[in-house]
């Protein structure tokens, strides 16, 4: 016995040593994740009966898909209001980010504090926060709308002056909107950039020096600089970052369509239609984050290949 | 001291005052969004000092003019303080802990180690992060609520057990290498375990070392920037965690600090629909700093490992 486990070879013998640090995962992923992934499928095509003693399957079929899709007004609405988020938050947390990142990564003096401030929505950003925050900034506007009041100041600047004031000076609204979007998200942006800020400068400090120090001596200017090599070298990061940014902000606790997944499961009882609209929704999700990585991927520049 | 003709004293004015007109510009960005990322919480704070003569006041913006502790009572009291507290640092402390050991023995396995099913793990460890927790929802709710692995639980106490309002569903996964985002966290170990040169390795190994003893002695105290990264990731998000909590602890008594934050208008105002925001929302916002606050002093003292152990962790490589 002792003689056959010395003739393995030494592939072998790192193979068994390595699934030995790694199975542990996979009994975990089994049991935590793998089963319940499996089961919630099992139940979104049912009608769940949940009491003390277990619960009772009734198999439905695809009702609870049909009913999701043709019958629910809110699932649609939030669906699309998420998407419709994602969609313009995504180009502006990365473009912003980058921005920061880039500021971030050169050297000044108070950069520690200036870093420290940036990074704080990381620590202090909670869903729970922010839904709080949010909440209230909106009954403020109506009530400070009303009385004029103090508390019409909210903890959050929104651009609602600047929107009319851009009004009056353009009229034309429709031209207008996605400027005003942008303006009244620039808070929401600032505050869930945190992370993707951190990757992006882990992102620039990998890139060689030697290659700035080529294009400082060719004469380069910062523009082409930042075109022709922080671009390029840094794509593969935006590729992590948008997916990152896609999956937060899917799974965010200030997410219309989670918030309505939970309602449905513990308010109204209804455990097999929500498990059929998370699931529902785990597939979209799925869709735009395949459609992303294949649109992005295609203009990625790998340097190694 | 040098003397310049005269072109090349203007060019270097204009060198310079171009140096000092993107400082500025610099300057007056960062304090701009410096004001926009600091204005919520300077505003919650302001506000939750005002007496209420002061929210009634117009002329009182920033700056209260009668300082006042009442509302810090009151959400204190409202947020159950010292209990919620105690349980907040349980769930994050425990599972931060063994996050820590857990995905880094994993990344190990997976950065160091050739075999044939490696790429697929990493890719269902990848996946794992893009499944909202919500899917997983129901399926882990009954499954806690009759807690048994392989029927073991019931061949030795004759019932399943009912884990539900107790913070097990928290902690047990992340025993195993899973629960909160802990994709990202063996995600980190293994990018930086890569890194790793491989000549220590080596010589551990002729010296005659386990991969075990190798990954204790050679490994870990070399990972102490990832190890701070995972562990600081894992501490902030499971104490600003609301998901997991409201799902699995009924118990008022057992309700965490953000738990209790996302419902404090509820226990403020006892539930009724109609409230005067005048009264409810600066202790509100005391709840809101009261439970950021311990988040917030850590952060001031770790701040320059969060920053600088992410750099080297090389999360993207």
């Not at chain 2, 009572?73 to 063994?98: D, E, G, H, R, T």
Request: aromatic residues 16%.
């Amino acid at each position: 016995m002792k003689n056959k486990k010395k003739l393995k070879t030494l592939a072998q013998r790192q193979a068994r040593i390595g699934r030995l640090f790694v199975y542990p995962w996979l009994v975990g992923f089994l049991i935590f994740f793998a089963w319940p992934f499996i089961q919630s499928l099992i139940f979104s095509f049912s009608q769940l009966d949940v009491s003390p003693e277990g619960y009772k399957l009734i198999f439905v079929g695809f009702r609870n898909f049909i009913k999701a899709l043709r019958e629910d007004p809110n699932f649609i609405r939030y669906l699309f209001t998420e998407i419709g988020n994602i969609f313009v938050n995504i180009p502006l947390i990365i473009m912003f980010s980058l921005f920061i990142a880039i500021l971030l990564n050169q050297k000044f003096k108070g950069r520690t504090i200036v870093r420290a401030i940036f990074f704080l929505p990381v620590v202090v950003m909670s869903g729970a926060l922010l839904y709080v925050l949010e909440s209230n900034s909106l009954e403020q506007f109506n009530i400070g709308a009303q009385s004029g009041m103090a508390l019409s100041n909210s903890p959050f600047l929104r651009g609602i002056d600047f929107r009319l004031f851009l009004v009056r000076i353009m009229g034309n609204i429709p031209f207008l909107m996605p400027i005003i979007n942008a303006i009244d998200r620039i808070y929401e942006i600032i505050w869930k950039s945190g992370v993707q800020i951190l990757i992006f400068l882990a992102g620039l400090q990998s890139i060689p020096p030697s290659l700035y120090e080529v294009a400082h001596v060719e004469g380069a200017t910062s523009w082409e600089i930042f075109w022709k090599i922080t671009l390029p070298m840094i794509s593969p990061i935006i590729l992590v970052n948008v997916i990152y940014t896609v999956i937060d902000s899917f799974t965010d606790y200030s997410n219309d369509v989670l918030r309505y997944i939970l309602e449905v499961a513990f308010r109204q009882l209804n455990h097999g239609y929500s498990a059929a609209i998370a699931w529902l929704y785990f597939l979209i999700i799925g869709v735009v984050l395949l459609v992303i990585i294949w649109v992005i991927s295609k203009r990625v520049f790998y340097m190694n290949e | 001291m040098l003397k310049y003709r005269k072109e090349e004293s203007i060019l270097i004015l204009k060198h310079k005052l171009y140096g000092w007109f993107m400082m500025l510009l610099k300057i007056l960005l960062f304090i701009g969004l410096a004001y926009v990322l600091l204005r919520p919480v300077l505003f919650m704070l302001s506000t939750a000092l005002k007496s209420r003569e002061d929210l009634i006041d117009p002329t009182v913006v920033w700056l209260p003019k009668h300082l006042t502790l009442e509302n810090f009572k009151k959400a204190f009291y409202s947020l159950n303080y010292f209990n919620a507290f105690k349980n907040s640092l349980l769930v994050s402390i425990i599972p931060a802990i063994f996050n820590v050991i857990a995905c880094s023995m994993i990344g190990y396995g997976l950065a160091r180690f050739k075999f044939k099913e490696r790429e697929l793990i990493f890719a269902l460890i990848l996946f794992t992060l893009v499944v909202p927790p919500q899917v997983l929802l129901i399926p882990l709710y009954v499954f806690y609520q009759r807690f048994d692995i392989l029927s073991l639980i019931k061949l030795i106490k004759g019932e399943p057990l009912n884990l539900l309002n107790t913070y097990y569903p928290i902690i047990l996964p992340t025993i195993l290498g899973g629960g909160l985002r802990s994709g990202l966290f063996i995600y980190i170990f293994r990018q930086f375990f890569r890194g790793m040169s491989k000549e220590l390795e080596e010589a551990a190994y002729v010296d005659g070392a386990s991969p075990f003893q190798t990954y204790v002695k050679i490994f870990v105290p070399n990972s102490i920037p990832a190890i701070i990264t995972v562990f600081l990731f894992s501490l902030v998000w499971h104490w600003n965690d609301v998901f997991e909590p409201s799902v699995f602890i009924g118990d008022f008594e057992k309700y965490t600090l953000s738990l209790n934050l996302a419902n404090i208008r509820a226990i403020i105002t006892g539930g009724t629909q109609i409230w005067d925001p005048l009264l409810i929302l600066p202790p509100q916002y005391a709840g809101a700093i009261l439970v950021i606050l311990p988040m917030l002093i850590f952060y001031i003292f770790t701040q320059r490992f969060f920053v600088e152990s992410v750099e080297r962790t090389g999360i993207v490589g």
